[in-house]
T-cell receptor
Framework: TQLLEQSPQFLSIQEGENLTVYCNSSSVFSSLQWYRQEPGEGPVLLVTVVTGGEVKKLKRLTFQFGDARKDSSLHITAAQPGDTGLYLCAGGSGYALNFGKGTSLLVTP | DTAVSQTPKYLVTQMGNDKSIKCEQNLGHDTMYWYKQDSKKFLKIMFSYNNKELIINETVPNRFSPKSPDKAHLNLHINSLELGDSAVYFC??????????????FGSGTRLTVV
């Protein structure tokens, strides 16, 4: 099993602040995905990154895949309360995704 | 119209009982999965089916038996429930077995509580 370590585990910030969360592994992945999960719901796919060094933007969210394809980061600019949730990274080179333990983000007004 | 629907949403049952969770997807996807999310929010793969054929069976007790009558349905039957089975169970689907590239669509989960 390819392990994915996410940091920080918890993050509490005020509206308008910027933040970065990290996803690291000792394994190389063919692709990495980021999901957001809200309470009582299933994870929802945000982005897939496949090329080393790739940067993708989704409104105020910026995703980066490491050059060696072992790590990824998610940067949120000017966080809003609607960004609150559990952010999960996931990767796999076989038939199923392995998930990290997530970063739980709370954005307060 | 819900893409991946699971029933029931909540399930409270006594130790030793047998229960089933149903999952249906209307996306036309070939591959379906069951994941277990523990109290620390860690998601772990249990099973994967592609076109009704089992392709992944992780180290799950054989009290857990998945059944896929067709590629749109993947049900999970659990025998002799134990306290440690309490968790949220998620069904998911992907267009093909290469879900690690295309991404998964998850259901909203079934919270199982064994008392």
């Amino acid at each position: 099993t390819q392990l994915l370590e996410q940091s920080p585990q918890f993050l509490s910030i005020q509206e308008g602040e910027n933040l970065t969360v990290y996803c690291n592994s000792s394994s190389v992945f063919s692709s990495l995905q980021w999901y957001r999960q809200e309470p009582g719901e299933g994870p929802v796919l945000l982005v897939t990154v496949v090329t080393g060094g790739e940067v993708k933007k989704l409104k105020r969210l910026t995703f980066q895949f490491g050059d060696a394809r072992k790590d990824s980061s998610l940067h949120i600019t000017a966080a809003q309360p609607g960004d609150t949730g559990l952010y999960l990274c996931a990767g796999g080179s076989g038939y199923a995704l392995n998930f990290g333990k997530g970063t739980s983000l709370l954005v307060t007004p | 119209d819900t893409a991946v629907s699971q029933t029931p949403k909540y399930l409270v049952t006594q130790m030793g009982n047998d229960k089933s969770i149903k999952c249906e997807q209307n996306l036309g996807h070939d591959t379906m999965y069951w994941y277990k999310q523990d109290s620390k929010k860690f998601l772990k793969i249990m099973f994967s089916y592609n076109n009704k054929e089992l392709i992944i069976n992780e180290t799950v007790p054989n009290r857990f038996s998945p059944k896929s009558p067709d590629k749109a349905h993947l049900n999970l039957h659990i025998n002799s429930l134990e306290l440690g089975d309490s968790a949220v169970y998620f069904c998911a689907s992907s267009p093909t077995v290469q879900g690690t590239v295309s991404g998964y669509t998850f259901g909203s989960g079934t919270r199982l509580t064994v008392v």
